[in-house]
């Protein structure tokens, strides 16, 4: 008998100790969301997305497996400004239980773009603004790891470095397209940041947000703009349909204008790691090289 209650002693014990040493479970809503906690997280943190590649975050909705990993989560990211539409009203219950933060939280409001009174949610196209973000999950992750906070800070700081490689790298590139062919036409209104940033006039077919469909007048309006300013290409994104971009290029040519497809942007969501797009870095250095060849 005494040995039976030695055993079970020490099973409770070491799983006690094993509960005590497990990192924590960090969920986030987008995998943009994701790659950013992880830079900074590292091995420190158990990390896991809701959204995969090619999801639309406007259109999502939490399904029961989701709901379980909230429960089940430590530390909840997402992206906040209305990006995650359908999932707004469970993330902002959820954080009456548990720590669930915005990254948009950290950044300035004056960075901010307004359109027709809705803030555009698609902040991480700007890459300075990224750099807001990422050191407000580092404080965020060292409030709730103090004991981890020398480790979150140099791998914060060895990101932030390669963020502003990358922020003047962007730049250089869109120097190189003649100033009047800096016109960005893409499915929907999410690179509005990219453009103020790099210095690209940006227009969508759709709106910031994917759940409103385009129309016939927004079409007209962009195929006039395309004639006036000899628009060369437009770009389609992998979570936004098709039919939107190619519409658009039915048209122009059915008018005897020419307009070809220039490639495919990664706007909502980042791509996979054959492409070298898996990652937030590797996203927006795809996004400027495609951008850059067919504008130039």
Do not use: C
């Amino acid at each position: 008998m005494n040995n039976l209650l030695k055993l079970t002693t020490l099973a409770i014990t070491l799983s006690f100790a094993s509960a005590l040493m497990a990192k924590p479970k960090v969920v986030t809503t987008t995998n943009i969301v994701l790659d950013l906690v992880q830079q900074i997280g590292g091995d420190q943190i158990e990390t896991t997305s809701l959204m995969g590649v090619g999801i639309d975050p406007h259109y999502y909705k939490a399904t029961f497996g989701d709901m379980r990993k909230l429960a089940h989560a430590d530390l909840v990211f997402y992206n906040g400004l209305g990006l995650e539409g359908r999932m707004q009203s469970v993330l902002e219950n959820l954080a009456s239980l548990k720590p669930v933060i915005p990254v948009s939280r950290f950044l300035n409001k004056d960075d901010l773009i307004h359109e027709e009174g809705v803030i555009d949610p698609h902040i991480w196209l700007n890459v300075t603004l990224w750099i807001q973000a990422a050191k407000g999950v580092q404080a965020t992750l060292t409030e709730h790891l103090p004991e981890q906070a020398d480790y979150f800070s140099k791998r914060a700081e060895a990101y932030i470095q390669e963020l502003d490689d990358l922020h003047r790298w962007i730049g250089k590139q869109i120097m190189a397209i003649p100033q009047n062919q800096r016109i960005l036409i893409t499915a929907h209104d999410a690179f509005n940041y990219y453009g103020i940033s790099y210095g690209l006039d940006v227009m969508g077919l759709q709106g910031i947000n994917t759940t409103v469909e385009f129309g016939l007048n927004d079409l007209r309006l962009l195929k006039e703009v395309i004639k006036q300013r000899q628009v060369k290409a437009v770009f389609m994104e992998p979570s936004v349909p098709k039919r939107s971009i190619e519409s658009l290029i039915a048209g122009v040519k059915a008018e005897g204008g020419q307009l070809t497809l220039g490639g495919e942007l990664l706007s909502d969501t980042l791509g996979d790691r054959k492409h070298g797009t898996d990652t937030y870095i590797g996203m927006l250095r795809h996004n400027t090289n495609t951008i850059v060849k067919a504008l130039k």
